[in-house]
């Protein structure tokens, strides 16, 4: 299973490379089960997002350095703008002349300056954060879809089925109860690996915003999968009913 490993200040995260490689294990185990089935394409195509994943979640800890030189250049042009416009105030003829409305003026340009410079590199340094959390959100988009497709491969599988007799528009039984069984769990853990896949990016960042979304996805995986845990378990109640031969 997916081990936590050591992070900086004694925290801990997820470590990227053992989910992937349990990922790995679970695409192994269903299709080796269930060959050509949907699920194991499902699986196949998580085990491939997980390594997509992994990727950028490192990538979210970078710090986009073009933006950031920028950032650099507008403080030190402004700051040389600053000096350049108080060297030339000849402050000692303005004081000694009581010149006020020069001196008003050039302390007024001075703090436009420094005003505009500092919201300028605010606007700078806040567009990484932006367009971080947008492709995490876009990212965190396709893991919640993937969710939802799994939840849809069990929808049907209702254990409750070898209890009565088939209509004509009842779902096929073409697994025993042990398949079934194997079928549940391996959504399940697929569901849990989702949830995991999307906490490696609350390793990497705390955005407040792209904290909240990961929270949504681990609550959506947590719900489903207590519905498929629902129905193992009512298949483990029909297998201890069932009369022993």
């Known amino acids: 299973m997916a ?11 997820l470590d990227a490379a053992k989910v992937v490689q349990t990922l790995d294990s679970l695409r192994a185990r269903v ?9 194991a394409q499902v699986c196949a195509e998580l085990t491939a997002t997980a390594r997509t994943t ?28 600053e ?13 000694n002349r009581a010149d006020s409305f020069g001196l008003a003026s050039g302390l007024e340009s001075a703090v436009n300056l420094i005003v505009l ?6 606007f700078l340094l806040s567009l990484e954060t932006r367009w971080k959390r947008i492709r995490v959100q876009r990212a965190l988009h396709e893991l919640r879809s993937f969710a939802h497709v799994i939840d849809m491969h069990q929808l049907t599988k209702d ?17 025993s109860r042990f398949q079934l069984a194997r079928y549940l769990d391996y959504c399940a853990e697929m569901l849990a690996l989702t949830a995991k896949l999307a906490a490696l990016y609350a390793g990497e960042t705390n955005d407040a915003v792209i ?6 996805i681990e609550t959506l995986t947590s719900d489903l999968g207590r519905k498929i845990w629902q129905k ?3 298949l483990g109640q029909l297998d201890e009913a069932r009369p022993a031969s």
Not at 31 to 39: A, I, K, Q, T
Not at 58 to 77: E, F, K, Q
């Open 31 to 39: 299709s080796e089960r269930f060959p050509d089935s949907g699920l």
């Open 54 to 81: 992994a990727q950028r979640a490192r990538r979210l800890s970078r710090p986009y350095l073009g933006l950031r030189l920028l950032v650099l250049a507008i403080v030190v042009i402004a700051a040389g703008l």
């Open 83 to 95: 000096v350049g416009l108080f060297a030339r105030l000849d402050w000692l003829a303005s004081l």
């Open 211 to 216: 904290v909240s979304a990961i929270n949504d």
């Open 159 to 175: 254990p409750t089925l070898v209890l009565g007799p088939r209509t004509s528009s009842s779902p096929a039984r073409e697994m």
């Open 232 to 234: 193992i378990m009512i």
């Open 3 to 13: 081990r936590s490993g050591a992070r900086e200040g004694g925290g801990r995260k």
């Open 117 to 122: 410079s500092g919201a300028a590199a605010w």
